[in-house]
């Protein structure tokens, strides 16, 4: 959930509260198509989906210029190019362990992927390719700690709503600078839809500086390539990538912003053509310009293209990734306070409360479901870890803090809030689990704030906890902070947005006690390390803005730092505060 519909919602809160870097990079505004100029590799490399034996490599190999013109992201030129592949055991290439050559074409943008199997499990890989005498960046990935019945460390970091006009992308940058993460999970609005007129979003100050490419909004198969092109573009961005494997999944603004399985809140048909043109041209972007494999389709039943799939960690655990646009139904909307798309309504109508608990209304289709649920009842892993878009914890806020009537009590019908059947299902699920089996972990993004939470089995103080949910701040989107603060009167102080918020978010966790942890004022990630003994996720924020600095997504030397820890304890399935933050690593891959 974002765009409009998150700014008004935040609005109304405002209302109602009172190495291997290099040199930073500012790109001008032919940003996404500059590095097809720059040699054949000059978009990166990147890694994804690892698994104990296998991890899908990445690149775009740019052909040369043919009588001056470049096969620029989305333009549909350039020739079909032959390029070499390795993955070796050292950054010198002298233990090479494969190679190969595939053919690249302008049907899939001159994106390569190659799934590369029979690999070693918990194995530090080096990669590169070749073509036309040039050689791309050294990529650094690893495979899975999947290893028969060893235990090996697992540590990895969240995020998500990594818009590029929003900001400079710091948080990638702190995680490009790490070396003990076995993956990046990415769950979601990993590219935005907007373009740079009446739509944009981001602070103004960015005008000229990071500016969305295409400069309209994305509808079409070239547009979301160009859109993914400036992403790979950053730098920030391209060395996370070159660093480390990826997992990720799309959510909304992949595609459009608040989508269902027959359209979405920013899309037009009048005037924006066919959703189902537009989504399929998005999802063939984000599978060619993505290190994404996509599962066996045939095994598991699903409708469309199944995206949700499933990862291995021995018998520390699993990753769940799910996948929850494709197929859900349309939002509940209660005018005036939403039209299309979903958004902050309010319940205790019984007309809404029916629609909201609807058995018939899904947020992911009934054979995903029961998947997840099947993998969260397998026996014999300590741990079951579920990458998902939106909140799925029930979250309940009072009518004043979003600006609405005091009486009122009021979700977000965008999240798991507002598919209730599917929630209580899943809920009551995880609960009836036996004493010993796997706790359930959830890691969320969306909602551009950072969350510890308990789920409760019921709403009330006196809850039963069926697992716990962790929320990752976004790495630049507008969160809590950014909105409050433009909708305050011009020229307030920074620091009395600061204390809007914290208001804010003190009167939700008083209204929700399950929620441990709430902030809704940084920008950056969440480091998540699993043990047998514990899950700890540390959230590491930009600055608190200030009113010399008052928003420090602008700022291009902005760093990310840690903030605070929150752990849960084998067999608790709640939440309890980290004694530090996340150490050393018990054991590293070969």
């Known amino acids: 959930m974002d765009g409009a519909s998150r700014r008004t919602v935040l609005k109304g809160a405002a209302l109602g509260a ?164 076995d993956f990046v999970l990415h769950v979601g609005d990993y590219i935005y839809e907007y373009g740079n007129g009446a739509d944009r979003y981001g602070p103004i100050e960015l005008v000229g500086k990071r500016d969305g490419i295409p400069a309209t909004e994305t509808i079409d198969l070239a547009g979301y390539r160009l859109r993914h092109a400036l992403h790979k573009a950053d730098s920030d961005l391209a060395f996370a990538h070159r660093r480390h494997p990826w997992i990720t999944i799309f959510d909304d603004h992949e595609v459009a912003n608040n989508a269902w399985d027959t359209g979405a809140e920013n899309h037009t048909p009048g005037t924006e053509g066919s959703f189902a043109a537009r989504r399929q041209a998005a999802y063939q972007a984000y599978l060619e310009w993505m290190p994404f494999r996509l599962p066996e389709q045939r095994r598991v039943p699903h409708r469309g293209i199944r995206f949700f799939k499933r990862f291995h960690f ?98 977000n019908s965008d999240q798991w809030d507002g598919y209730q059947a599917d929630q209580t299902n899943l809920i009551s699920h995880l609960a009836a689990q036996p004493a010993g089996a796997g706790d359930v972990v959830v890691l969320t993004g969306d909602i551009h704030s950072s969350w510890a939470m308990d789920i409760p089995t019921k709403l009330g103080a006196g809850y039963t906890s069926a697992g716990v949910e962790f929320v990752c701040p976004s790495v630049t989107s507008d969160g809590f902070y950014e909105l409050v603060r433009g909708s305050l009167p011009k020229g307030t102080p920074a620091s009395a947005a600061v204390g809007a918020v914290r208001q804010i978010t003190s009167t939700l966790t008083t209204v929700n006690p399950w929620i441990k942890y709430l902030n809704g004022l940084g920008h950056g990630f969440t480091l998540v390390d699993v043990t047998p003994d514990r899950v700890q996720a540390d959230f590491h924020h930009t600055p608190t803005p200030t009113d010399t600095v008052p928003d420090p997504r602008i700022v291009p030397t902005t760093r990310t730092a840690y903030v605070t820890g929150w752990q849960t304890l084998a067999g608790s399935r709640r939440l309890s505060p980290a004694t530090g933050p996340i150490g050393k690593r018990s054991d590293e891959p070969a």
């Not at 104990?52 to 989305?74: K, L, M, N, S």
């Not at 943008?109 to 073509?131: G, N, Q």
């Not at 646009?325 to 007309?351: C, E, L, M, Y």
């Not at 209304?361 to 079951?384: C, N, S, T």
């Open 18 to 181: 009172v190495a291997m870097a290099g040199p930073l990079r500012v790109f001008d505004v032919a940003a996404a198509a500059a590095p097809a100029s720059n040699g054949i590799f000059g978009y990166g490399v990147a890694s994804g989906d690892p698994t104990g034996d296998a991890v899908v490599i990445w690149t775009r190999a740019t052909p040369p210029p043919e009588r001056g013109v470049v096969a620029t992201p989305g333009s549909g030129h350039g020739r079909g190019m032959r390029v070499h592949w390795e993955v070796a055991r050292d950054p010198q290439f002298r233990c090479v362990v494969q190679r190969d050559t595939v053919t690249t074409s302008a049907s899939s943008d001159h994106t390569v992927k190659v799934d590369v199997t029979d690999l070693e499990p918990y194995t530090k890989y080096f990669y590169r390719f070749r073509a036309n005498g040039e050689t791309s960046p050294v990529g650094e990935t690893r495979t899975a700690p999947d290893d028969g019945d060893e235990l090996h460390a697992l540590r990895f970091a969240l995020v998500s709503c990594s818009n590029y006009t929003g900001g400079y992308f710091s948080a990638y940058r702190a995680l490009g600078e790490r070396d003990d993460l």
């Open 314 to 411: 021995g018998p520390l655990g699993d990753l769940s990734i799910v996948e929850t646009r494709q197929n859900r139904s349309a939002q509940v909307d209660v005018p005036p306070f939403t039209k299309t798309g979903g958004g902050f309504i309010p319940t205790g109508i019984p007309a809404v409360d029916a629609q909201l608990a609807d058995p018939h209304r899904h947020l992911p289709e009934p054979e995903q479901l029961r998947w997840l649920k099947d993998g969260v009842a397998r026996r014999g892993a300590r741990w079951h870890l579920i990458g998902n878009q939106v909140v799925f914890t029930p979250v309940r806020f009072p009518g004043a803090v979003l600006g609405a009537p005091a009486n009122l009590t009021m979700l």
